[in-house]
């Protein structure tokens, strides 16, 4: 696949239609059905979203014709590790969410298991590109 995803501008823009297009499917399995075929939506639309948005964003110093490895979801060590507490901080919001909802609690599990999946997929990612940065010789030199 030759399409990548390389400006800022286009990466905020496929963020922002992403979460667009999920918030849309999460809204409307909430209409048309329940709180867990909408949850069941924001999960499978926001896996998609990830999945498409790891493979075609491409950083400055990455090759634009070779896939990425499947592991690698970031560019940058530092993007992943943000992510990452996003994500740790939507299962622990999740979580507070299934204290106040007993009725939904088990949908609200199944939430915090999904985003502290996402946030290992992340972290998984980030620590690897670290190893490799110091496995090329390219780790931070002390100031």
Not at 6 to 29: D, E, I, M, R
Not at 80 to 101: D, I, P
Not at 115 to 134: C, F, K, P, Q
Request: hydrophobic share 50%; proline share 5%; aromatic share 10%.
């Amino acid at each position: 696949m030759q399409n990548r995803i390389t400006t800022p501008q286009s990466k905020v823009t496929f963020v922002v239609l992403g979460y667009v297009a999920v918030t849309v499917a999460t809204l409307f399995g909430a209409l048309a059905a329940n709180v867990t075929t909408a949850y069941l939506l924001y999960c499978v639309s926001l896996s998609i979203v990830i999945g498409i948005g790891s493979r075609l964003f491409r950083g400055e110093a990455e090759d634009r014709v070779a896939p990425r490895p499947v592991w690698r979801m970031t560019s940058k060590p530092t993007a992943g590790f943000v992510l990452t507490s996003a994500f740790v901080l939507q299962a622990v919001s999740t979580g507070v969410s299934a204290a106040v909802a007993p009725d939904n609690a088990p949908v609200y599990v199944f939430g915090v298991l999904f985003s502290l999946a996402i946030a290992a997929v992340y972290l998984n990612s980030s620590l690897r590109l670290l190893r490799g940065r110091e496995n090329s010789g390219i780790a931070r030199q002390p100031h």
